[in-house]
């Protein structure tokens, strides 16, 4: 292979060596065991599909060479040798074969064993994603200490508002002075109904059944083309292949059709000209990684609609609670859908661009 120079040197040692390492296969990232002075002694399957070439020709070869620069890996080598750091990031262009240099984030880790550093490769658009699933994670949990703390300081005043609303009410003869209090009253009622839907999603007992995820679309599908009977296509492409999975279906109905609904109001200028589509795309995601864990077979649902994408002012705020891009929306929706399925240990993510925004929900399967 170009770029891979090998030495004379016995692999004995090295296919002695790869019982442990074996469970570097399983990870999706880029990790060579290397020695410090360059020399490759184990690479994972990931790596050899990334470089192009087999396992076989990249042990035994110099690492450094599969870069552009490779001096920086020589010197973060041998900085590592001499205990110099115990662990060194940089960005680098790694050059596989016959292809494109592919931008890479690079970290440099010592082993136990001395003379030997773990070098793993994130690329960079794989760590960009990593980065923004954390960011997710860490903004729903915060969202829902926020969401908590906040809902129990409006209602405990407000039952005292509303309370003493209608003992003033009881005591008026004046009919335009009773319309003020019942204005009260309303109002702290919606609120009360506000701050309801705040706690749903953490009084709720989480009720465990078998779900059949294409029951689960099926069910906001018809709910969905009852509110919007013309106008609206809604799409199925499903992978019927995907096995059922334990989880609460009807929070699960709940998320999806949050989502759903709020794409189909989005599409109202679509619907009117009897062009709005929403698609429904079930898949099975193998070795993914998402919330900081790897699975061996994760769900992936699609929501997906044709409409005008979301505004660029929220795109990174979209799932904080009481943001919403629509007048008179509540802005609850995405954040009790983010809710629902981080409760199956899943994560919904968006991608959005004028005419094509999708919402993929991801849920580990069995």
Known sequence: MAGLKKPNLSLTAASLAFPRFQAFDLLATLVAVVRTDGVVVFANAALEDALGTSRRTIEGSQLPDCFTEPMILHNALEGAGSNEFAALRYDAWLKPLNREPMPVHVVVAQTDTPGEAIVELLPLEQQAKQDREERLIDQAQANKELIRNLAHEIKNPLG????????????????????????????????????????????RP???????IHEVCERVRSLILAEFPKGLGVVRDYDTSIPEFRGDREQLIQ??????????????????????????????GRQVTFGKQRYRLALEL?????????????????????????????????????????????????????????????????
């Open 160 to 203: 005292g508002i509303r309370g003493a609303a209608q003992l003033l009410q009881m005591e008026l003869e004046s009919k335009e002075l009773i319309e003020y209090t019942q204005v009260i009253i309303h109002e702290a009622d919606r609120l009360q109904s506000l701050v309801d839907r705040l706690l749903a999603p953490h009084r």
């Open 255 to 284: 998320a999806v059709l949050n989502i759903a609904h709020n794409a189909a109001q989005a599409l109202s200028a679509r619907i009117a000209a009897g062009e709005g589509q929403i698609i429904f795309r079930t898949r099975v």
């Open 206 to 212: 989480h009720v465990v059944g078998d779900v059949n």
């Open 302 to 366: 699609h929501v997906i609609d044709n409409g005008p994408g979301v505004p660029d002012s929220i795109k990174d705020r979209i799932f904080y609670p009481l943001v919403s891009g629509r007048d008179g929306g509540s802005g609850l929706g995405l954040t009790l859908a983010q809710t629902f399925v981080q409760q199956h240990h899943g994560l919904i993510e968006c991608e959005s661009v004028p005419g094509h925004t999708d919402f993929k929900l991801l849920i580990p399967l069995p």
